[in-house]
């Protein structure tokens, strides 16, 4: 880290530069852990998962990959169509001097609420009016079609599979489960590698260690448990470290694995 403020971090990645961004938190029940078969864990939670008034406590994170003075946004946090713990996104960007009319294309993971409803601001303009490129995984694009708050992004949305070149150092990988699209980012750079991964933890304080949990809202919850051990073993790889949507802020680190499960260190 070279630089950070209360919503804010940024780091370097080889030549480029990488910042977490705050966008908030959101507090959901611990029934929406999931074991094999589908039941809720809840009952059994181990002493290292913090409760918050009985509720578990995810950050919602944004990350901006800045590469030879383009910025590009993956995801962007819920803006002000869920919860008003979240939405600090813009707030964010200012207290790390980045002006939003900088940001010119923006990658989706996937198009759930606290993803994509950023991409509009409180005041119902375009939370960045220069946008010329939406990334979105090919399965989800039709959400631009369905939802009347995104539908003016439609024109600008460019469809991703897997492989798919966002930019120079960054690749898009399916990472299918939590829903039909999920999709990560590949971003080496310097001998190291990012992998901005989105909601392949949901829960940093039990998913490690358990990472055969799932979520309530992972759409197939066999592939997104799959998926999640697939991505684990690479990303316990060297010279790799992740980026997630809901690791505790700022949600950049390192994964090692510790027998049958992992652990997480923050950068
Ligand atoms: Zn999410």
Redesign the pocket.
């Known amino acids: 880290m070279i630089q950070s403020g209360t919503d804010f971090a940024r780091y370097e990645l080889g030549e480029l530069a990488v910042l977490a961004l705050r966008d908030g938190y959101v507090d959901m029940p611990p029934g929406r852990l999931r074991q094999k078969g589908d039941r809720p864990f809840g009952a059994e939670l181990p002493g290292q998962v913090r409760l918050v008034d009985g509720k578990l406590r995810l950050s919602?994170n944004a990350f901006l990959v800045i590469e030879q003075g383009r910025h590009i946004l993956v995801d962007t946090g819920a803006g002000n169509a869920w919860h008003p713990s979240m939405g600090l996104l813009l707030r964010a960007l200012a207290e790390a001097g980045i002006a939003r009319e900088d940001i010119t294309a923006v990658a989706c993971t996937h198009t759930?609420t606290?993803?994509v409803n950023g991409l509009v601001a409180p005041d119902g303009s375009d939370a960045f009016p220069n946008l010329e490129q939406l990334f979105v995984p090919q399965e989800e694009v039709a959400l631009f079609d369905r939802s009347e708050r995104l539908a003016r992004f439609r024109q600008r949305c460019v469809p991703m599979g897997n492989g798919f070149a966002v930019s120079d150092h960054m690749v898009a990988v399916a990472a299918h489960g939590h829903s039909a699209g999920h999709t990560m980012f590949a971003v080496p750079s310097g001998g190291e590698q990012l992998l901005i991964w989105g909601?392949i933890v949901h829960v940093p304080s039990i998913q490690f260690a358990r990472p055969e949990l799932t979520w309530e809202l992972d759409r197939d919850q066999v592939q997104a448990r799959s998926t999640r051990a697939q991505i684990l073993d690479r990303a316990a790889w060297p010279g790799m470290f992740v980026a997630g949507?809901?690791l505790d802020f700022p949600g950049i680190g390192s994964v090692a694995r510790d027998g049958d499960a992992f652990r997480f260190s923050p950068l």
């Open positions: 919602v759930h606290d993803h909601d949507a809901h």
